[in-house]
């Protein structure tokens, strides 16, 4: 048991310095990759169960006690992450044969890809903050180099606003962590949430939490933060510009739910309230972005920064099911968003652009492939039965509960855009008719490869929405142990006080 | 290249290895580990490097710096894992105790085979990084 939980982070570990080893041998390196994160899948599949079963569980680096050492933990929220960052890693493995190039494989796509799977899954499992800052580096370190490997021109241009950017978040959150020590005198999470309580200058921990919050908005591109998203996600290979999708901002927000609802719940009015408008504003800016693109990536990129806001829309209104909502949100989220990208790169392959204008009549060659991009576009837009439907409801629902009707007519609102948004690509790149002949140049295998995680994927969105009430339980049950920390607080403490 | 500095860095390379692992070894309670260690591993190379020549450093470290990285990174994974046959948390320092030839009790523990991997890790980062400048 206490084994499980440094898994997630082991295993990536693993398989990069299996590929590193394999450096002159790029067919063994494909193989450790998917091998790797089949296993890192199974892994955190076995940990969500595990937690889901047992309750929260905790377990102390190198055995040192609590507020001390570093403790790895994973609630269900974590847990859930983590499987979620699995089957992500899955995924995009398993699309990268076939859409990798020899170049950017050899020079270290795969080692790469498995440390930034571990960053991920390092900053779902930890308990301590500046651990958190260390996890968000790997992260960072393994994404930079991702984003420019390659050398275009194009991602050289985008990484610079990224690393600026995100050297700026950080730099932020690393004087945020000083401060907040300075402050309690500990950066253990659970300690942190009952010393903070006892803090004199209630005003101090006030601002000190906008600083978090800017680090981690940044992070998260929510509003006014999001530009180097836009300007950097269609860059990069369809495969990283997927992972990246998946998962990277939702870091951001993990970070940004995990220290509202443990740390920073003294003045809810004032924090909170803005979390709100920065929600609204966030889905508002990027749906109307996504209107005056026309590429196919573009659209994608600008979407995500809309559907941040609907994440964060949850924990603005703090109730346990408007952070069920997030947490549901988030899932059917990543499984989504990763898809359309993936499907993107497919209809880069047959096309060879990612122009609007210039693709079309691709539902009267590949009515499938057009099928698969549907399923995830219905289901961002949140259309019944699937996945984004329920989503959706829940957030609406839990914001009509406690009488937020402008929040609630915002994120309808962006609702219909987005379905607007959705249309048009489908409009442009699949109905309309045109001259372009798009030709099949793989073979068989390959093409097995690129569709495999694409039909998982999508299955995985109709499924949640069909059956969507576990699912919904799990975030209940997630939401639940956010609100009421004691459980947290108690399995990472427990014994030492 | 000067005579001078070939036949100095002939003398120096081998004290400056010898002075890194003093480093390793000492770095347990005082000043030293595995980090400076192995940049001081890696700066004797690279002083051969710059006396001899860039493919003559190669030859003389025998492997790949990029193997290096992953070997140390390897054993420092392996360090934190000795920890479960005890059935303790990852990274729990295990101990044991041994005499040589009357001197000790030494204290032998896994936080030493961590700085090895440090160390390791270090010297083919360095490496990496400076003889892949130095062949531009």
């Known amino acids: 048991m206490n084994v499980l939980l440094v898994l997630p982070i082991l295993i990536p570990l693993v398989t990069a310095v299996a590929a590193l080893l394999a450096w002159r041998w790029r067919r063994v390196q494909r193989w450790m990759s998917v091998l790797g994160a089949t296993a890192l899948l199974f892994v955190a599949l076995r940990l969500l169960t595990s937690v889901w079963r047992d309750g929260i569980q905790a377990v102390q680096m190198g055995s040192w006690p609590a507020p001390f050492g570093i403790t790895v933990v994973a609630d269900l929220f974590s847990a859930i992450m983590v ?51 260390v996890w968000f580096e790997v992260m960072l370190m393994a994404s930079f180099v991702l984003l420019v490997l390659g050398g275009e021109r194009a991602q050289m241009e985008g990484a610079i606003k990224y690393v600026t950017l995100n050297l700026m978040s950080s730099a932020l959150f690393l ?19 009952e010393k903070l309580k006892n803090v004199h200058h209630p005003g101090l921990v006030t601002t000190l939490s906008m600083l978090f919050l800017i680090a981690f908005g940044i992070k998260a591109a929510v509003f006014p933060l999001f530009f180097w998203l836009p300007a950097s996600y269609h860059t990069p290979p369809v495969a990283v510009s997927a992972i990246f999708a998946g998962l990277l901002t939702k870091v951001g927000v993990y970070a940004l739910i995990r220290v509202f609802t443990l740390l920073f719940v003294h003045d809810v009015g004032y924090t909170h ?19 005056a693109q026309n590429e196919f990536r573009r659209i994608l990129s600008f979407h995500i920064v809309s559907q941040i806001g609907y994440m964060i829309m949850g924990l603005g209104l703090f109730t346990p099911l408007a952070l069920a909502g997030s947490i549901f949100y988030i899932i059917h989220h990543i499984i989504v968003k990763t898809n359309l990208f993936l499907v993107s790169g497919v209809v880069h ?33 949140g259309l019944p039965p699937l996945s984004g439907f329920w989503a959706k409801l829940t957030l609406v629902q839990a914001g009509l509960e406690i009488q937020q009707y402008e929040i609630v007519a915002v994120a309808l609102a962006v609702g219909m855009l987005t379905l607007f948004s959705m249309i048009k690509i489908w409009t442009e790149a699949f109905w309309k008719p045109s001259t372009l002949n798009p030709q099949p140049s793989d073979n068989r295998r390959r093409v097995l490869n690129l569709l495999f995680p694409i039909v998982l994927l999508a299955l995985l969105t109709v499924a949640i929405g069909l059956v969507a009430q576990p699912f919904f339980a799990l975030a209940e049950r997630a939401a639940d142990q956010l609100i009421n920390p004691e459980a947290y607080i108690r399995a990472v403490l427990a014994g030492t006080s | 290249m000067s005579l001078i500095l070939r036949t100095a860095t002939r003398f120096l390379l081998p004290l400056l290895l010898l002075f890194s692992l003093f480093l390793l070894l000492r770095g347990h309670n005082s000043p030293g580990g595995g980090f400076v260690g192995g940049l001081v591993a890696a700066a004797a190379f690279a002083l051969y490097a710059l006396a001899f020549d860039v493919a003559a450093a190669r030859q003389l470290l025998r492997i790949d710096p990029r193997q290096l990285i992953a070997v140390g990174l390897l054993v420092a994974l392996a360090s934190g894992m000795v920890a479960w046959l005890a059935r303790e948390p990852f990274m729990t320092g295990q ?42």
């Open chain 2, 95 to 136: 101990w044991s105790y041994i005499t040589v030839l009357g001197i000790g009790p030494v204290p032998l523990g896994t936080p030493l085979i961590f700085d090895l991997g440090v160390y390791l890790v270090v010297v083919g980062v360095m490496l990496t990084i400076i003889l892949s400048l130095a062949e531009e």
């Open chain 1, 273 to 291: 309230r803005l979390i709100l408008v920065v929600a609204g504003l966030t889905m508002i800016t990027g749906v109307l972005g996504a209107v």
């Open chain 1, 83 to 133: 499987a979620l960052a699995g089957v992500m890693g899955f995924a995009v493995a398993i699309y990268s044969l076939s859409s990798m190039d020899a170049e950017r494989e050899s020079f270290g796509y795969y080692p790469l890809l498995h440390i930034l799977l571990m960053g991920v899954c390092g900053a779902f499992l930890t308990g301590d903050m500046f651990n958190l800052y």
């Open chain 1, 349 to 381: 392959r047959l096309c060879g652009t990612y122009e609007l204008k210039k693709l079309g009549g691709l539902y009267q060659v590949y009515p499938g492939l057009a099928i698969l991009f549907m399923i995830p576009a219905l289901s961002l837009a």
């Open chain 1, 175 to 193: 004087a945020a962590v000083g401060i907040l020590y300075g402050m309690a005198g500990t950066l253990n999470m659970a300690d942190l949430a």
